[in-house]
């Protein structure tokens, strides 16, 4: 059972924008940096969003984080069908002492 | 370039035990945390484990402790995974990621438990 907490699912047309939320608490978010994973279809994981709001290199400035207190969101604007994919919020826990992943939502376009 | 490739994974019976590895490139291995990751079938991921730069730092989930063991070999950039006392609930593919707050991700390595 995950400790952060994200909508199964989101849905919005193309080129419209959508975002994704991930609520945790102080022993994560409030304390540490959040990263935003995407996983397509049958691929491994890769990351989107690092520190809240950094973008990697080579990754669309139309993938947005931010975050709030113990909770943090990515915005992903105009919305192409090749971001249609699992997005996972994720933070190290000092509680847990281990890092954890939010429980994932799947994106349609 | 960055480059993880995951190997060992394969079928293996309830109750028996696997080792994973996983070979690094492109980087300078011996300077980063590495980290294993899970997801079943259909499901989520979850974080296994990690280990730091030197190896005189290691995590691992609560629930596998005991079971499974994260290592490494710096002289040749490889991080290990051995699990034991495998269960059905063990099956999925494992990841191996760069960083302690993973940025690189390999493409994973299937186990199946089953008899």
């Known amino acids: 059972q995950s400790v952060l907490t994200q909508p199964p699912s989101v849905s919005e047309a193309p080129g419209h924008g959508v975002t994704i939320s991930c609520s945790g608490s102080g022993s994560n978010i409030g304390n540490h940096g959040v990263n935003w994973y995407q996983q397509l279809p049958g691929e491994a994981p890769k990351l989107l969003i690092y520190?809240?709001?950094l973008l990697p290199s080579g990754v669309s400035d139309r993938f947005s984080g931010s975050k709030s207190g113990t909770s943090a969101s990515l915005a992903i604007s105009g919305l192409q069908s090749e971001d249609e994919a699992d997005y996972y919020c994720a933070a190290w826990d000092d509680g847990l002492n281990g890092y954890v992943f939010g429980t994932g939502t799947k994106v349609t376009v | 370039e960055v480059q993880l490739l995951e190997s060992g994974g394969r079928l293996v019976q309830p109750g028996g035990s696997l080792r994973l590895s996983c070979a690094a490139s492109g980087f300078i291995f011996s300077e980063y945390w590495m980290t294993w990751v899970r997801q079943a079938p259909g499901k989520g991921l979850e974080w296994v484990a990690n280990i730091k730069e030197d190896g005189s730092v290691k995590f691992s989930v609560d629930s596998l402790k005991g079971r499974f063991i994260i290592s490494r070999d710096n002289a040749n950039s490889i991080v290990f995974l051995e699990m034991d006392r495998l269960t059905g609930e063990d099956t999925g593919m494992y990841y191996c990621?760069?960083?302690?707050?993973?940025?690189?991700w390999g493409q994973g390595t299937l186990v199946t438990v089953s008899s």
């Open positions: 990621a760069r960083g302690s707050d993973p940025d690189h």
């Open positions: 520190y809240d709001t």
